[in-house]
């Protein structure tokens, strides 16, 4: 890998610029996957290796019952356990076409500073270590394969202070640990901003290490987790100046650069330079521009698989996704894999379950734009984020504190068009034949064209409906096809002239 050497920094963020590209735009739906050692210990969430130092955390007190001391049994100690001797890039692919996403990938690098692809720049990595495996090169192969689109997430500006324990005489700070943890720093480092901020050496392995992925796999998307805000800004602005205008990769089916584009969350890089993203969030409103929520399948508090994990519903799944993209938004859902590489029964079954309602309804996501108005009912909803407040807190307190998951009923409807359609997608199933949507009332929507017929997805054609001014009312023959979410299809008059 030939990375330029960082130059003088020149402060024209304006020239990085970039709108989301058509093929995001129009994906919609994406799914990733953590996976990484703490999936060995699979106890409470992937911040294990964090929060197994913090003396009286819940983490640390289960790892000094079962595995010992902290001076004698350390992160690096589940290395060997790693196996992921189930681990199948063509099944992981296979399972992201099945869920109906549109684009895939994995965590990259978490915060535990382990690689997970053959990296020259940091040898804790995949191949040198647990799996032995190239793991991003291998799902990289896989997931473009299938004709999906390929991203990598980063979390390791988090490392800066990760590993940093309450236990002075924990094995973190032996010398010769130093390769596997990083260099001891002082305690307060682990905190969100800490006041000594990272330095050049630490700014240059992070960036370096993006930029390797960069090369050698093209991603599509690169996602950034929260915390980039603390790497100096010439080193940001120098890894995206490379992403964005740099037409690296070595894989065969090299990506446009114009078509790469980066996500991060709050303020971590300018507005305008990609995709902002909101954990575990939502708006309560349409947005003018495109926007992404990160969530995760698990319904315990974390992004890995854990024992005893269970997992939302398909239904609520498919809502979130519903009311994301009628604000204009995309949803990248996260499935841990358990430490062989091999997921949940329960997983698979929820993704599948997503994956046939798409199958029906896909139509009325995919490609689509937003409408005047994302929709109506009774859930108004609120903006959401898992913002600044929750990671200080999740730092203190090693454990997540959620946003909820907004309940829908089919009162609530969500609205997308595309073309000289608009799709009315009814969040449940309901118990009447018919339907009254008062947003389409007559005179409600100025410069909506005359409605020329309207059918059922999945269900029955040419529906009766009469449009007042009081609301749209739909007569639906038979029954509602799906007990998730029904989509009704309504073809306006193309306007002549």
């Given amino acids: 890998m030939k990375v330029p050497a960082v130059m003088p920094f020149e402060r024209n963020w304006t020239k990085l610029n970039r709108t989301a590209p058509d093929w995001f735009r129009d994906a919609k739906f994406g799914l990733f996957f953590h996976w990484g050692p703490y999936t060995v210990p699979a106890c409470e969430n992937e911040w294990y290796s964090r929060n197994m130092?913090?003396?009286?955390?819940?983490?640390?007190r289960y790892h000094v019952r079962k595995y010992g001391k902290l001076n004698e049994f350390g992160y690096k100690d589940f290395f060997p356990e790693f196996k992921g001797e189930k681990f199948d890039a063509d099944a992981w692919a296979d399972l992201a076409v099945r869920s109906g996403a549109r684009y895939a990938g994995p965590v990259a690098e978490h915060a535990d500073h382990f690689s997970m692809w053959n990296s020259q720049v940091n040898p804790i990595n995949s191949v040198n270590y647990g799996p032995k495996r190239d793991v991003v090169g291998e799902l990289e192969r896989a997931i473009r394969?299938?004709?999906?689109?390929?991203i990598?997430?980063?979390?390791?500006?988090?490392?800066?202070?990760w590993f940093m324990s309450t236990d002075p005489d924990a094995d973190v700070y032996f010398p010769e640990n130093e390769k596997f943890y990083g260099r001891a720093l002082p305690l307060e480092t682990n905190r969100y901003i800490p006041w000594r901020l990272p330095d050049d050496a630490f700014n240059e392995e992070w960036m370096r290490k993006v930029l390797e992925v960069a090369d050698a796999y093209a991603p599509d998307l690169i996602y950034f987790d929260s915390r980039?805000?603390?790497i100096g800004e010439r080193f940001r602005y120098q890894l995206v100046d490379y992403y964005y205008n740099n037409r690296s990769g070595s894989c065969q089916d090299r990506r446009r650069s114009t078509d790469r584009i980066i996500c991060y969350k709050q303020d971590d890089f300018p507005t305008g330079i990609g995709i902002r993203d909101v954990e575990c969030g939502r708006f309560s409103d349409m947005m003018d521009f495109p926007w992404q929520t990160d969530d995760h399948l698990e319904a315990e508090r974390t992004w890995c698989h854990v024992e005893n994990v269970h997992y939302r519903t398909a239904s609520g799944v498919i809502h979130q996704l519903c009311d994301t993209v009628s604000k204009n938004g995309n949803l990248l859902l996260n499935v841990g894999p358990k430490e062989d590489g091999s997921f949940a029964g329960e997983a698979i079954s929820v993704?599948?379950?997503?994956?046939d309602w798409l199958a029906v309804n896909g139509e009325a996501i995919y490609g689509t734009r937003p409408f005047q108005i994302h929709g109506e009912g009774s859930v108004q909803g609120k903006d959401t984020d898992f913002d600044v407040s929750h990671i200080k807190k999740q730092t203190r307190k090693g454990v997540l504190e959620e946003t909820g998951e907004e309940k829908f009923s089919a009162s609530d409807i969500r609205f997308t068009t595309h073309g000289n359609v608009l799709y009315a997608i009814i969040m449940g199933r309901p118990d009447t034949e018919t339907i009254r949507i008062r947003s389409l009332a007559q005179g409600v929507r100025p410069g909506l064209p005359d409605i020329e017929r309207m059918d059922m997805m999945g269900g029955a054609d040419n529906l009766c409906w009469k449009r007042?001014?009081?609301?749209?009312?739909?007569?639906i023959k038979g029954e509602f096809p799906s007990p998730y979410a029904n989509v009704v299809r309504i073809v306006l008059r193309n306007q002549k002239g």
Avoid: C, M, P
Avoid at 145 to 150: I, Q
Avoid at 351 to 355: F, I, M, S, Y
Avoid at 468 to 475: G, I, Q
């Fill in 351 to 355: 993704l599948e379950k997503v994956g």
């Fill in 228 to 230: 980039a805000n603390i």
């Fill in 53 to 60: 130092y913090g003396k009286g955390l819940s983490q640390n």
């Fill in 152 to 161: 990598t997430t980063f979390h390791h500006q988090w490392l800066w202070g």
């Fill in 468 to 475: 007042d001014a009081s609301a749209l009312t739909v007569r």
């Fill in 145 to 150: 394969n299938r004709g999906l689109k390929f």
